[in-house]
């Protein structure tokens, strides 16, 4: 079985302040006698569902055609863990009870996903999304996760003064999927499809991931 | 086994004529003193590899988000057949004897991708390349091929008096896959992930596609 978990990308979408969101623009019209149908787009590269490359924030960091492939396609585990306000590392400790493997790939589903008003339910930005603390950040780092995927659009708690959260994922060398849409899955083991456009140069892209399982 | 089979997208590429191409926008720089660096993406949905949906060529059609995602996962043949100029029926019936089931999902890797001089080797677009006869294309299409992957631009022979290759594969329901960079992969059997932005409302979309096997 397939499951979706990409954000569709369309003008009405929250986007991060200052982004600005997506942009299909009709070229050539059927409609008028041309012989197909043609838009271009435009976007912001972190808009919807799409991959945080160490560039973003790290100065002279791996873009985000050099990720790995491999990592992007495999056994994945998507977990509910409180994020109240956010992920925390005393959470991850109590889910993931020491001396037992990791898995390589998390997905975290968060209330962001879960409760009577889901943030994807609003087309407007959600400021109040839980996101991965500093302290939870820091201990996904040093155990060596290579995938950590989030509910919203960004791992960083809004607001942030710095973006340790970033920088200590990023500087591990994690991928960061952020912007699933995980409100219609099961938490469980899953392969993950996830593949980002292949820009050159680019701190991050857009991506479409699908789970299977 | 993972190939990438995805042609990288940056400014110096070949692009069909009239299309925009790809440009990357950067509107944050940390070496300037930004916590961070961001860009903007514009490009025409045609450039490099990407995905038709039957929106493209016929008034009414689906779009690209509504394309089912189960046939862009799955086993997919790559097969060598002669396009010179371009893939005939005789071909594919010399390929695939009668009687015997057709691949589901079949790449074409043709003269585009081998020979001397490439069609990929080149930054500027090349008119020469080959693509699906109409002849071919209504074989395939009779016979219910799901989907379609070609080695440069389009499926259609350049210069076509009318569409008919592409009338003919997504009037069947064809999902098609062009700008497919086949030059470094064996003819065989792959598991193919081919996955396109899910953009609402789109004749087509830019893709990431990558072969395992």
Same mark, same amino acid.
């Given at each position: 079985m397939l499951h979706d978990v990409t954000v569709p990308l369309r003008a009405a979408m929250p986007v991060w302040p200052g982004e600005p969101g997506v942009r299909l623009r009709q070229e050539k019209f059927m409609a008028r006698g041309d012989v197909c149908n043609v838009r271009t787009l435009s976007m912001g590269i972190h808009t919807g569902t799409h991959l945080d490359?160490? %560039?973003?924030?790290?100065?002279?960091?791996?873009?985000?055609?050099?990720?790995?492939?491999?990592?992007?396609?495999?056994?994945?585990?998507?977990?509910? +863990?409180?994020?109240?306000?956010?992920?925390?590392?005393?959470? *991850? %400790?109590s889910r993931f009870p020491a001396g037992r493997p990791l898995p390589e790939r998390i997905l975290f589903r968060t209330r962001n996903s879960t409760g009577p008003s889901p943030a994807w339910s609003h087309v407007d930005f959600q400021e109040g999304f839980a996101a991965i603390g500093h302290d939870a950040a820091r201990w996904l780092a040093d155990? @060596? +996760?290579?995938? +950590?995927?989030?509910?919203?659009?960004?791992?960083?708690?809004?607001?942030?003064? %710095?973006?340790?959260?970033? @920088?200590?994922?990023?500087?591990?060398?994690?991928? *960061?999927?952020?912007?699933?849409?995980?409100?219609?899955?099961?938490?469980?083991?899953?392969?993950?499809?996830?593949?980002?456009?292949?820009?050159?140069?680019a701190e991050g892209a857009p991506a479409r991931v699908v789970l299977e399982g």
């Open positions: 490359a160490p %560039e973003h924030f790290l100065a002279g960091g791996a873009t985000v055609e050099a990720l790995p492939v491999d990592v992007l396609l495999g056994p994945c585990m998507v977990v509910d +863990v409180p994020g109240d306000p956010h992920v925390s590392a005393a959470a *991850l %400790e155990r @060596r +996760v290579r995938l +950590v995927g989030v509910d919203y659009l960004s791992v960083e708690p809004y607001g942030s003064p %710095e973006p340790l959260t970033h @920088r200590a994922l990023l500087g591990a060398g994690v991928i *960061l999927v952020e912007g699933l849409d995980l409100r219609a899955v099961a938490p469980g083991p899953y392969t993950l499809h996830c593949l980002p456009l292949r820009l050159e140069g």
